[in-house]
Every structure is written in C-alpha cells, then in structure tokens.
C-alpha cells in the first residue's frame, strides 16, 4: 500500500525555492512516498554525448599554442576566453648580472605582472628553473605575453583555450561525439 509522508524541513525547502524558483510561494511541506516512481533522464549528459568536464578539456594538438620568449616578448594570446597555460621558466647568468623573467597582461595602457621570476644580483653562476600551470581569464582587449630580460632568460610553454568568454567549456580539437 502506498503511503506519503510529510517532510519538515526549512533546509530542504529553502535548497527547493533556491534552486526551482517557479516552486517559491507553495506553502506545502514537501512530501516522500514509497511509491517506486521511474524516472529517465533525457538529456544530452545522460545519453553521454557530452564529455565530462576532465575530458572536455584536455589537451590536444589542434588547440596548442606553443610560446617563447627568450630576450623577448612573446605573445601567449589575445583572445578572449579561458586559457590554461603552462610551462617553465630558466634562467643562468655566470656574470652574476641576474636576470628576470615574467608572464604578464596588459590592456595597452597598464600591465599587470601575473607571474615573476626575478633573481638579485650575484657573484657566482646561478642558475634557475621553475614551472608555472594556470588558468587564466583573457577578457575583450587583453593580451597576455611572456616576457624575458635577456638571452638567458628561457620562458617556454604552452597554451590552449578550455573555455569561451562566457565559460562554455570548449571540446579538445578533433573529437567527434558519437
């Protein structure tokens, strides 16, 4: 025999008037039934058409974009859109000179130093390497760029967009859903 049971709980009916808002105004209490009630999800995610989000952006070799910058500026990208970038920067300086190395973004009127490697001074050889892995948002009118002070200043790496500007993640380059 079917029953129905009231639910009192303003934790569950504020989640319900929160997250269905066509609900809000309905003075009922929410009820449970142990009545076996069969529900088929329809949608494009449940048929698996679409790529979890881990998969959805991988990386793949239509959608890298490689970057050097040694004694230079190079640019990463200027177009808007989420960017996971990665890479690494070196550096060795036997003069003992030092030197720097830096991601940065910039509007055309100010810049902004999103990564720095910056080495004092020194009397020996010194010599560096470290990593970098990030998301970056690249917003209309934005360049980011890698940036390196000297010819022993290595900052290479890679980007690939894992987002459009208005956060639909992007498929990686080439996949095909079935």
């Keep these: 025999m079917s029953q129905i049971i009231p639910i009192?709980?303003?934790a569950l009916q504020s989640s319900i008037r929160r997250l269905l808002p066509s609900q809000n105004g309905f003075g009922e209490d929410l009820q449970a039934s142990?009545?076996?009630?069969?529900i088929i999800d329809l949608t494009p995610t449940a048929e698996g058409s679409i790529?979890?989000?881990d998969l959805q952006t991988a990386m793949s070799f239509g959608d890298l974009s490689?970057?050097?910058?040694?004694?230079?500026?190079?640019?990463?990208?200027?177009?808007p859109g989420f960017f996971r970038v990665f890479g690494f920067l070196s550096g060795q300086s036997?003069?003992?000179a030092g030197f720097s190395g830096k991601i940065t973004a910039t509007d055309g009127l100010s810049i902004k130093t999103v990564y720095d490697v910056d080495t004092a001074s020194t009397a020996g050889a010194v010599g560096y390497i470290?990593?970098?892995?990030?998301?970056?948002f690249v917003a209309n009118g934005i360049t980011l760029s890698a940036v390196s002070n000297?010819?022993?200043?290595?900052?290479?790496?890679?980007?690939?967009?894992?987002?459009?500007?208005n956060g639909n993640l992007s498929n990686p380059a080439g996949f095909v859903s079935q």
Excluded: H
């Design 66 to 79: 490689a970057f050097d910058a040694t004694n230079a500026t190079a640019t990463i990208t200027s177009t």
């Design 150 to 165: 000297n010819t022993s200043t290595k900052i290479r790496g890679s980007s690939y967009q894992v987002a459009d500007i």
């Design 8 to 10: 009192v709980s303003e």
């Design 51 to 53: 790529l979890p989000n």
């Design 34 to 38: 142990n009545t076996i009630v069969p």
């Design 94 to 96: 036997s003069s003992g």
């Design 130 to 136: 470290n990593g970098f892995d990030f998301i970056f």
